[in-house]
């Protein structure tokens, strides 16, 4: 029955909206680094883009809005677990994070963070969902410590960018 009711709130915590194919990869990485390399502001959304998030996200609550470059990122919730999205100024959906859990990882993304950093514990995890990709951002934590590792691992276990912190 346990099983069962974590299966329920998993499927429905998990049902994200497609990702537009406006746009390839390669174009949405570009787009999410010049969105990041701006100077965001908070803002209210023009009504094509709340309908469409609403329609993306019917069950987000505390959303939180900003903008730049004609992108916008939302923040919120659904069922106490954080999200983050962005879209175009058309309401083109380019990228999903989503907070997940150690038990949520994909075996072999979990297995290549663990075998690379046998003596470090997870902290906190992001399932990124952009373009056709979908990719873990890491970040672990060496017991007794204060050195962190920060992992990008794409979904076939191969190792993108891997950062420390001291």
């Known amino acids: 029955m346990a099983a069962a009711s974590l299966f329920i709130v998993q499927t429905l915590v998990?049902?994200?909206p497609a990702i537009s194919t406006k746009y390839t990869d390669t174009e949405i990485v570009q787009i999410i680094n010049n969105y990041r390399a701006a100077h965001s502001r908070d803002v209210f959304p023009p009504d094509n883009l709340q309908q469409k998030f609403r329609a993306d996200f019917p069950k987000?609550?505390?959303?939180e809005w900003e903008t730049a470059n004609d992108i916008y990122e939302?923040?919120?919730?659904?069922r106490f677990r954080d999200f983050?999205?962005?879209?175009?100024k058309s309401g083109h959906l380019l990228l999903v994070v989503e907070e997940i859990r150690p038990s949520e990882l994909p075996a072999v993304v979990k297995n290549t963070a663990e075998s690379k950093y046998p003596k470090f514990?997870?902290?906190?995890?992001?399932?990124?969902?952009?373009g056709t990709e979908t990719v873990y951002k890491i970040e672990m934590e060496k017991s007794f410590s204060d050195t962190e590792v920060k992992l990008l691992v794409d979904s076939a276990g191969k190792i993108m960018e891997e950062r420390f912190d001291y």
């Open 60 to 63: 987000a609550r505390d959303v």
């Open 74 to 78: 939302v923040e919120f919730e659904i």
């Open 14 to 16: 998990a049902q994200t």
């Open 121 to 130: 514990h997870f902290e906190d995890i992001e399932k990124i969902r952009r």
């Open 84 to 88: 983050k999205a962005l879209y175009d």
